[in-house]
């Protein structure tokens, strides 16, 4: 999808709880918004634009505890559902199937195959498509179908915030959960590992006007 949730339009300062924007889509389509958080490919979106309940294939509840600012770690230490043939595989999860899904049964110290290389359009990366398929199947999300090499997460996982009054940085890896879709299930390997980096930065406290 090139939209996947409705944007909230108009607000200019997110979650400064004035309702400023209105919702261009969805059941909450021209209510006001406040804007929660802004994104180069989607805009910005709101917990007040709620998406339309067909276009939900499967809900994911997602533990972030710890968020923190300093350092966080976990180790491939649990038996995976699948045994792949000739490999000691680890997985982080449980219930986790394998470890990843490189074609040649290992993670790169970089955390990414060797092989396969896939196609994702070059404006929408979320999005699959065929090599050398040019923009015919990155439309209508924009982009050209450009080669990329899968991302895997090896036998340690590891994330460092920074502690920092204007700029902190929060990190947390924990383990995303299966949702009621299989597909998105088998897609995206979960449930898994996965790791946020939140970059933030603290706005200045409002100057009084007497």
Same mark, same amino acid.
């Given at each position: 999808? %090139?939209?996947?949730?409705? $944007?909230?339009?108009? /607000?200019?300062?997110?979650?400064?709880?004035?309702? *400023?924007? &209105? @919702?261009? +889509?969805?059941?909450?389509?021209?209510?006001?918004?406040?804007?929660?958080?802004?994104?180069?490919?989607?805009?910005?979106?709101?917990?007040?634009?709620?998406?339309?309940?067909?276009?939900?294939?499967?809900?994911?509840?997602?533990?972030?505890?710890?968020?923190?600012?300093?350092?966080?770690?976990?180790?491939?230490?649990?038996?995976?559902?699948?045994?792949?043939?000739?490999?000691?595989?680890?997985? %982080?999860?449980?219930?986790? $199937?394998?470890?990843? /899904?490189?074609?040649?049964?290992?993670?790169?110290? *970089?955390? &990414? @195959?060797? +092989?396969?290389?896939?196609?994702?359009?070059?404006?929408?990366?979320?999005?699959?498509?065929?090599?050398?398929?040019?923009?015919?199947?990155?439309?209508?999300?924009?982009?050209?179908?450009?080669?990329?090499?899968?991302?895997?997460?090896?036998?340690?996982?590891?994330?460092?915030?920074?502690?920092?009054?204007?700029?902190?940085?929060?990190?947390?890896?924990?383990?995303?959960?299966?949702?009621?879709?299989?597909?998105?299930?088998?897609?995206?390997?979960?449930?898994?590992?996965?790791?946020?980096?939140?970059?933030?930065?603290?706005?200045?406290?409002?100057?009084?006007?007497?």
């Amino acid at each position: 999808m %090139a939209e996947p949730c409705p $944007r909230c339009v108009g /607000d200019g300062t997110a979650n400064d709880g004035r309702k *400023d924007g &209105r @919702c261009d +889509a969805g059941p909450s389509a021209g209510e006001a918004c406040d804007a929660n958080a802004a994104s180069a490919l989607f805009g910005a979106t709101s917990n007040d634009c709620l998406p339309p309940p067909a276009s939900i294939v499967g809900t994911l509840a997602i533990d972030l505890a710890p968020l923190t600012t300093d350092g966080v770690r976990l180790a491939a230490e649990r038996p995976c559902g699948f045994h792949r043939p000739g490999l000691a595989d680890h997985c %982080a999860c449980t219930g986790q $199937r394998q470890p990843y /899904d490189c074609a040649s049964g290992t993670c790169g110290a *970089d955390e &990414r @195959c060797e +092989a396969p290389v896939e196609g994702v359009c070059s404006d929408a990366p979320f999005r699959g498509c065929t090599l050398g398929s040019g923009t015919t199947q990155c439309a209508p999300a924009g982009g050209t179908c450009e080669p990329r090499v899968r991302p895997c997460f090896g036998d340690l996982i590891a994330a460092t915030g920074a502690c920092d009054r204007v700029h902190p940085t929060y990190v947390a890896i924990f383990c995303a959960p299966a949702t009621q879709a299989p597909a998105i299930n088998a897609t995206a390997g979960l449930p898994g590992p996965a790791r946020l980096r939140l970059e933030l930065e603290a706005l200045p406290p409002p100057v009084a006007v007497k």
